[in-house]
């Protein structure tokens, strides 16, 4: 490459990076003199010119047409058709990068938004290409499939059905339109056709569908890309579209999803949830959460943040598929769990299930048993690895009554070894997502009667447990990893400080379960000073941040994240970072293991 190519500029901020580095590879640069000529018109074009430093104009038969400064390209249409249609002069010494017309227009055929911008026609200029540059979510969410957006289901009606029994159904099934059957085709029948109905002041309960469908349906396959159902409905003033696959119907395209999607993707992936009706469907939602996380970092969204949505858009998602496989009559009756990162609200990408189910005392259900098991295999389905400790609801320990859970809580703490102890840590995290909440309440840690002072040190302990990797004269320890050039980001940090806020909050008696919400509340109660209680929100969020990173880094090639950190990787700034926020956890740990009075029990 002859100079460093600035892709931040529309049209190249759309090209993929692989796109990028394929182009930046074959970019050249030209000097044009003052009042030098391009090229004259109808002459070949072999080049699409960005302009680095200086003035072009482009005239027509002595009439000066317009101009191009720094960041602008010309001249598209020369380029598309290889002949210029006017003369390109130089008002001033100019450079300008020169890009290969065949390598532009083999990017333009691979990669529709960026094709949009040079192509001519209404079907590659529609207002949001036209008017600003594509970044960030936007540009991901545009080059979107349509099956990524959220889908309303089909419903399909006869043409001898009445206007009331489509009002009925489009109630029933929260929809805006119903497709009927006629003899000369497909036709729909929309939430507006019903209002001018209803305004017409016709009988609703005889009066038959057939005639008052609007047809042809406005169709696009469910392969098509977002921007090119943007387009469609923007140019046939449609506010929906009927999504095929391979010309079946397989639902609806609501104008209203489509800009909710592209402003709002997590608006989306909630709507999927709530409105699945099947395993497949839920399924579906749960790999728009998976596109939802690394979007959101990308745009530079705060990690706690993305964790709370996360957070919340999971909790829906185990709600809607414990629903989907119990009878309603079971959810009157037990309270389904989420424990440790997840009960926290602090698991972003996924990891194992930590899950658990109170049934209350006396009642039994048949099918319990297999629904709990369906539950834990759905959720592998999903991509959530099986808990290496058991801690799901296929165990008997995490799936019993609360008077059977009581027991087992309190045999762990009178036996407060470090296996207890864990399940016990575990538990303080336990947030219920489906069904009798009541039932958590009687048997929360903080429910229990032996949380002495022996038992606290017994529960902080663990803290001990990994080293925090910095050594005296802070430098990097490195051990972690099959080069033992890793550091393990959440042992050697993460665990010691959500540990330490948990042995803290089950002291105090606390509630809350999120490791921040555990902060600001023994910062409200003195119980931590507030110079300190930042540093530990500061240093919680850069160590999730550090661990997202890396994880979505490894699923973009392909594998499992882990909690391996690379220092090399990082940049200069991030490794100091990375010691300062290591200096907070050894101190936070010294704190701890003062206060418990670790040293009489290590």
Partial sequence: M????????????????????QLGAHVDIAYFPQQSCLHEARSPVESLYVVIKGLISEHDEGEILGYYGPHDSFDARAMLSGQAQHRLMAVEDTLVFCLPRDLVLSLTQRNPVFGAFFYQDVAARFAVLANRPLQGQLQSMLMSRIDTAYLSKALWMDANDTVLAAARQMQKHHA???????????????????????????TAATTRLGPLAKAPL????????LYQAQLLMTTHTVQRLVVTRQGEVIGILEQVELLSFLANQSHIVLARIERAESLDELMAA???????????????VKVRQIADLLS???????????????????????????????GRGEQILKTDQDNALLIEDGYSHPALAEICQRFNDTLLAFGYPTC???????????????????????????????????????????RPVAGQSRL???????????????????????????EVPLSMFSRLVLGAGAERDRLDVKRGAIFPLVHGVRSLAVQAGMGACNSFERIDLLEAQKLLPTPLAQDLRETLSFFHMLRLQHGLNLVAQGRAPDNLIDPAALSSLERDLLKDALGVVKRFRQLIEHHFQLARIA
């Avoid at 406005?218 to 890309?225: K, L, P, S, Y």
């Avoid at 959810?331 to 440790?340: I, Y």
């Fill in 388 to 430: 290496p400790g058991g801690i799901m609801l296929n165990q008997p320990d995490w799936c019993c009554e609360v008077s059977v859970m009581r027991k087992h809580l309190l045999s762990w703490m009178r036996a407060a070894h470090a296996d207890n102890v864990m399940r016990l840590a575990i538990w303080a995290d336990a």
């Fill in 176 to 202: 805006s339109c119903v497709l009927i059957h006629r003899t000369d085709g497909p036709a729909i029948f929309t939430r507006s056709d019903l209002r001018d109905f209803v305004i017409s002041e016709q």
């Fill in 440 to 466: 958590l309440d009687q048997v929360s840690l903080a429910a229990m009667p032996e949380l002495d002072g022996a038992f606290l040190s017994r529960f902080a302990l663990p803290i001990l447990q990994f």
């Fill in 2 to 21: 002859a100079a460093s190519f600035d892709f931040s500029h529309a049209p190249f901020d759309c090209l993929t990076p692989a796109e990028r580095q």
């Fill in 286 to 300: 749960n790999r728009n959460m998976e596109e939802l996380v690394a979007t959101l970092h990308r745009n530079g």
């Fill in 312 to 342: 919340e858009l999971r909790r829906h998602l185990l709600a809607r598929l414990f629903t989907l496989l119990a009878p309603a009559e079971v959810l009157e009756h037990v309270c389904l769990l989420v424990l440790g990162s997840e």
């Fill in 218 to 225: 406005r169709t696009i396959e469910a392969d098509a890309f």
